[in-house]
């Protein structure tokens, strides 16, 4: 029998978990498999998960009502209704029936005054696509719905399924041996004696391991005898993924652990700078992390949570990160309703000493706001909504520390941005170029996505920052130029070959929203042709995305629409280059230091980012990542 070892150091407890958690990442192998979608809440994704259909697939309508075709409402009013035949003018339609040609639109059965014989009166007008749910609202083939390292929720799964996924790629759970040791121990109560007691630490280590996404093998109680604990232990290294031994890590006349540690691997630390919890060990065996816990009871739990915790959620490529509230800034008004108490789901971040939540979209059948949401903000009844710069207490759905280490960027949408938050902590609002200068003037985001053309200069970007913020405050990141277009069905069925055929009669255009710089774009264009966008038919109704807008073309509810190569090329659409223009970031001076800008600039002028980039198409990088002072 080996002698036991009577040495316990006090080695610090940050050094301790510094260089433990450094020896053993370079042996952690991640091993990956493909589980089924409903089986995969608490599981964690490997790669990016991308949407393999639209949800909706078809047009669908949003309310209860009668399903039109707009043209033939025209006119309608209190002083002069319509009177409608069914099935000739109109159908009705319940909430989530398709809507299919001729019909475009619907109108509410509260506005609809049956006459009897199948005939019914309307005293308002509808307008296309009104109270109707686009192909791809919720979201769009392509599009992806959950980023790698991501922890699989129930809503998640909900959003998998309506993007048409059946399995997808996850982390293996690591498997956690746990061998209780003590002569003293006892499975069941009808053993209970004197000199003998309930083995429970084992059950708790099994029950957090669950919590913490892992699985547990239990080995029966080990005696204080130094061949039979061997044995267990090799057997446990052979089996299991990362191995406790509890109780016998002291250095008692039966305390063998350490020993046995030593002369199948490697003690790297025994005895630590906690209380309680000083004899911990930690060691490795075969390339496998073997860690030996107290066993008082509270002792052996500080243990866990400090060293075997971060090693389970490391080997499922998951960060130690924990459910509570904040006040957070509102970036945005939020109307609502006086009826209602309402949940708003919000991104959460931590911007200039405070947090800031910026609303996401609010439709009820949008489960992707859900997926991307970091929060939920409660609006009481009775009021009529929040107003920017407000402070509200917002429920959070992710840990604080998570929060502060993701970098908040509201301003332009592009897709690359998605593809940046699967390389980084990074949340986006989507409000277009003008918005995010906007956001930038009131400090409530890092960075701002912006691609703002100059009419007098024809230059992007630095005559905006200019005029706004003046010099000497402000730094613009220069990021892609990315090739922007028209987006047209696929063969082109209305022979669309620019601007100018964007004013005929038989085109229907799907549009950016207000203070977007595609918006700003078309509207330049526009400008220089002379042509009034009253004459542009659908100029009115915008789309925050343009993967929203490609959908909008690709399913038939526009003819034309303007966006990024890439958008088009996800979707398989028709495109008609009109030229690069500048993507930009705009950034305070003073968050150039910041840790999240600086990895988010080591992003753009990664090997990573330019092979995403050929990938999607569309794009060019020459100064990514360059800092130009304003």
Known sequence: MEARKKYISNTDFEDAKRI??????????????????????GRVTCKPVYALESSPCYNASAMDGIAVNSRSTHGASETNPIELQENADFSYVNTGNPINEPYDSVIMIEDVMELGEGKVNIIAPSHPWQHVRPIGEDMVKGEMIIPSGHIVRPVDIGALLAGGLESIDVYKKPLLGIIPTGSELV???????????????????????????????????????????????????????????????????????????????????????????????????????????????VSTYVAFESFVKPILLSMQGLEECGE???????????????????????????????????PLTRGAGVTMSLVKADGLLEIQRSSEGLDAGTLASVKLLKPTQELRKTLVSIGSHDIIMDEISDMMKLTSGHVGSMGGIMSMMRRECHIAPIHLLDEESGEYNLPYIKKFFGNGSMAL????????????????????????????????????????????????????????PGAVNGYERDMNTHMAVAIA?????????????????????????LGYEEYD??????????????????????????????????????????????
């Open 20 to 41: 433990y958690e450094n020896r053993v990442g370079y042996n952690l192998k991640l091993q990956k498999e493909r589980t089924d979608v409903i089986a995969s809440i």
């Open 187 to 297: 499975d069941s109560l009808e053993e209970l004696r004197e000199g003998k007691v309930i083995e429970s630490n084992s059950r708790v280590f099994e029950a957090r391991a669950s919590e913490l996404g892992a699985q547990a093998l239990r080995y029966e109680p080990c005696p204080d005898e130094f061949e039979l604990l061997k044995a267990r232990i090799k057997q446990a290294v052979s089996e299991c993924d990362i191995v406790v031994i509890n109780a016998g890590s002291s250095a008692g006349t039966r305390d063998y652990t350490a020993n046995l540690i030593e002369e199948l691997g490697e003690v790297v630390i025994h005895g630590i700078a906690i209380k309680p919890g000083k004899p911990t060990i930690l060691g490795i065996i075969d390339g496998k992390p073997v860690i030996g816990l107290p066993g008082y009871p």
């Open 324 to 358: 509570e509230s904040v006040e957070a800034v509102v970036t945005m008004r939020i109307p609502s309703s006086l009826k209602h108490k309402e949940l708003v789901r919000v991104n959460v971040g931590h911007v200039s000493g405070r947090f800031v939540a910026t």
């Open 477 to 532: 990141i220069k990021g892609v130029k990315r090739l922007q277009g028209l987006m047209l069905q696929c063969g082109n069925p209305k022979d669309i070959n620019d601007f100018q055929d964007l004013a005929r009669e038989d085109v229907v255009f799907v549009n950016r929203q207000r203070g977007a710089g595609t918006r700003i774009l078309l509207d330049y264009n526009l400008k220089k042709l002379g042509i009034d």
């Open 553 to 577: 073309v690709k399913t038939g509810s526009a003819d034309a629409g303007l966006g990024v190569f890439s958008a088009a090329k996800a979707l398989n659409l028709e495109f008609i280059p």
């Open 585 to 630: 970031f705009l950034v305070n001076a003073d968050y150039l230091e910041d840790d999240r800008v600086k990895r988010f600039i080591g992003i753009l002028e990664s090997e990573e980012f330019a092979a995403r980039l050929d990938n999607l198409g569309g794009y060019k990088l020459e100064e990514a990542g360059k800092v130009i002072r304003v």
